[in-house]
Structures are given as structure tokens and as C-alpha cells.
């Protein structure tokens, strides 16, 4: 079952039609002494929000007659203000997006794929990470990021001193992440959890660890390369990640799901000594947590290596046209030019999305966005159909088991049958 505003997102071709007798005032209001006014969205993340109106204004002094106008919303509120406002006539011209929801917008009719002389497909191939690709659908790429993150291990230096664990050689296997992690664990007496070595919680960055690094580690997929069949369980390599992750918080007793809150608050807080989170992180703790004493590594493999790489994108919605979509199009250039994903990593800890802004000397030598960035070249974007139900259905899995005493295997075969059900929903619509 569709959520809210997925379903209000799938009448929004219809909903346009009824706004068109509009469109004129509309297009007067965004009309100020001959300027082109864009509308650009993006969700309320204060270094993001703050960088962007330093660039809005970069980029209207540098093109005269046009206008942007920044609008933000909660993360929590941001798709049921787009399918409030989209079928009233109102709403973004340029809208940022996570990329696992481009599926439902391109089904609901509501971007245009990227104007093809402004953005080749054959540069967007040469130039951005291969991970963009995860929103190109029928032919058409939809949208472009600025920046990319990745999943690394952070780990706590202290604390591996205090362990007698060297801080400069962390974990880069399985067997070494999981002999760190008992190593690095404290319980009271009772048995209670004092200090977790690794830090678990699948639903902030757990679930991503599961599918695009450990499955994938173990040499295993999860999506047929149609993106319509659910392989997770095709081969042995599904359940043996999907063991090992639970093996943290079950046999190996390094962590608790909640502990401290969560994985980030036990992270800052010290009682955590190791968690798998994002590049983005790194601007919280900074500003958090300036005094704590911590590294970065990539993610420990196993056959091979395999990090999650996610991304928030930039795409033109469909009702665009005319001098505004010229307007709107050199906004996407502007916000995908070598200078502006420098200047992005800097101020959010987000990765430059093209290859050669990425790995110049300056970043892959950098202590803490170096292993970032070496992970880029193996990183895996999963296809979404729907992030928050797929994320949802890891999660009950896994509950499934720690809480209830489910059997492992049986819990990962409903999983992969849950997950089919969901993607065979998606292709019929």
C-alpha cells in the first residue's frame, strides 16, 4: 500500500492539468521587473541551507533576470508538502531530492528528464561516479547530484588505546571487526552494557551496511540487474551477511539496538567505541563533539570490498518549460560545477559527485575524507522503490530475531519475500 503522499504524488499529471488555468498568475508572481524566478526545495539542514543562499546569490549576480527564491521543510514533512502543494499549481521549479525517491516521482509524472544538450549522457558517464546511475530510468537520466556520501568505519582512538588496540591500525576484515568489537565491549556485573564496541542500529545507516556493503562484501547482490527480481537469497552470500550483522548484538553481545539512544549518541558520547556511519557526519561531529578523539577507515571486507553510497540530487519538475527551463538548467550547471562541490564538501562533509573533484590530492590525502573518498571507486547506490518501507522491512527482520527468537534463515527469506512483493507492487504500477 502506497503511503500519503505517494499516492498524492501519483495524481499530480492530472493535478497539473486542473492547475493550468493558473499558470498565468503564476507565472506573473514569479515575474518581478522581467526577472525569471525559480523556485528551488530543499529539506532544512542548516549547513546545507546556509551554502545555498551564499550560492543564490553567486549565481544571480552572475545571471542577470533570474531570480531563485530557497524554500525548506523538515526532512520528516518534505514529500507531503511537495504532494500538498505540486496539485495546487504551487511548488519547486528546481527540486532537491534523495535519490531513492526518483522512482515515484518520475512515476507520478512529476520531474522531466535533464535536457540532454546541457547534460550528455555520455559526460554524466565519463565525468560523476558510476552511483549516479541509480536514477536513470527508461533512458533518461532524471536528476544530477552535487555530492555523494559514502559509509566508512568511525572508531574512537582513546578507547582502542585504553583496549590495547593500536589506534592506527583499525579493523579491515570480518573476523578483525568482530575481535575489535569484543575487545572494545564493557558490561557491569549483571552482564549489562557499559560501553558497546560497535555501535548497531538498522535503522540509521544499518540497513545500507547490510545490503551494499556486507552482502556484497560477501560476493552476493540483492537486485537482478533488471532491478525488478530480488536475488538476495539466490545465494548462500545473502544469509551469511545477514547473520554476521546480527551476530553484534546477538552471540557476540558488542551492542544493543537503542543503546544510548542511538548509534550516533553513543558514538559522541563515548560509549561507543566503533559505528558505521556517513561522510556526512563528519560536519556534526565537528560542531558536536569538536574535542572527541576519532578516525575514519574504510568499511572492513571480506571476498571483497563494497561500501553504501547514497545521495541527495537535483531535478527539473515536469511542469518547467519555456525560458524558465533555460533559467532551471543553468541553475543545474551552476550547482554541478567543479567549484560549488568543493565548496559543498567543505561546509556539509558531502563528496564531490565527479571523479576528477574528488580524487585530487587534497581529499584522498585528507585524514578524514581520505577513506571516504577510497571508497567511492567500490561504493553501490541501491535501488529504491520505496526507502522507507525497505528500511522498515530490515528492520522487522531484524526484530524478528532479537526480540522474538525467529530462526536467521527464516527471517531473511521473509525478508527477501516482503522485499520481492514490494518491488513486484512497483513494476506492475
Known amino acids: 500500500m502506497f503511503k500519503r503522499w ?4 501519483l495524481v499530480i499529471l492530472l493535478s497539473i492539468v486542473m492547475a493550468a488555468c493558473s499558470s498565468d498568475d503564476e507565472s506573473s508572481a514569479n515575474q518581478e521587473d522581467g526577472d525569471i524566478t525559480l523556485e ?14 551564499e550560492l543564490i546569490a553567486e549565481f544571480e549576480e552572475a545571471n ?3 531570480k531563485v527564491k530557497q524554500t525548506n521543510f523538515p526532512y520528516d514533512q518534505y514529500n507531503e508538502q ?7 499549481g504551487r511548488g519547486p521549479d528546481v527540486i532537491n531530492l534523495f535519490y531513492g525517491w526518483v522512482p515515484t516521482y518520475v512515476d507520478a509524472g512529476y520531474l522531466q528528464p535533464l535536457p540532454q544538450d546541457a547534460f550528455p549522457h555520455e559526460d554524466i558517464e565519463s565525468e560523476f561516479f558510476p552511483l549516479v546511475e541509480a536514477t536513470k530510468m527508461d533512458g533518461e537520466y532524471w536528476t544530477i547530484p552535487t555530492a555523494v556520501r559514502t559509509l566508512a568505519l568511525f572508531y574512537n582512538k582513546d578507547l582502542f588505546e585504553e583496549a590495547g588496540l593500536d589506534p592506527n591500525s583499525p579493523p579491515e576484515t570480518w573476523e578483525e571487526l568482530e575481535d575489535y568489537a569484543v575487545q572494545l565491549t564493557k558490561a557491569d556485573g549483571n552482564g549489562r552494557l557499559e560501553q558497546s564496541g560497535m555501535a548497531w542500529e538498522p535503522a540509521q545507516q544499518g540497513h545500507h551496511w547490510l545490503r551494499d ?4 562484501q560477501a560476493s552476493g547482490q540483492v537486485l537482478s540487474e533488471d532491478r525488478k527480481e530480488v536475488v538476495w537469497a539466490n545465494d548462500p552470500a545473502g544469509l551469511e551477511a545477514f547473520k554476521y550483522w546480527l551476530s553484534f548484538p546477538s552471540e557476540l553481545g558488542t551492542s544493543e539496538q537503542g543503546f544510548y539512544t542511538d548509534d550516533v549518541t553513543a558514538f559522541v558520547t563515548e560509549k561507543a567505541a566503533m559505528n558505521i556511519d556517513g561522510s556526512f557526519r563528519v560536519g556534526t561531529l565537528q560542531n558536536d563533539a569538536p574535542d572527541l578523539n576519532y578516525a575514519i577507515a574504510p568499511l572492513p571486507g571480506k571476498d571483497g570490498l563494497s561500501t553504501n553510497a547514497s545521495f541527495w540530487t537535483n531535478g527539473i519538475t515536469a511542469r518547467v518549460e519555456g525560458e524558465k527551463l533555460e533559467a532551471a538548467t543553468k541553475f543545474l550547471e551552476f550547482l554541478t560545477s567543479d567549484d560549488v562541490m568543493e565548496r559543498w564538501l567543505d561546509a556539509t562533509g558531502e563528496l564531490p559527485a565527479k571523479e576528477s573533484v574528488a580524487m585530487q590530492d587534497k581529499y584522498v590525502n585528507d585524514e578524514i575524507y ?8 567500490f561504493a553501490n547506490a541501491h535501488f529504491f522503490v520505496d526507502e522507507t518501507r525497505e528500511r522498515d522491512l530490515v528492520i522487522d527482520a531484524a526484530n524478528r530475531v532479537l526480540m522474538e527468537g525467529q530462526d ?3 527471517a531473511f527469506n521473509q525478508l527477501v519475500e516482503a522485499t520481492q512483493k514490494l518491488y513486484d507492487e512497483y513494476w506492475e504500477e
Open 213 to 216: 556493503g556486507l552482502t556484497l
Open 82 to 88: 511537495v504532494a500538498a502543494q505540486v496539485p495546487a
Open 408 to 410: 536467521p534463515e527464516e
Open 40 to 53: 528551488y526545495w530543499q529539506y532544512s539542514f542548516d549547513s546545507k541551507v546556509s551554502l545555498m543562499d
Open 6 to 9: 505517494q499516492l498524492a504524488l
Open 370 to 377: 581520505g577513506p571516504f573518498i577510497e571508497s567511492l571507486p
Open 64 to 66: 542577470p533576470g533570474i
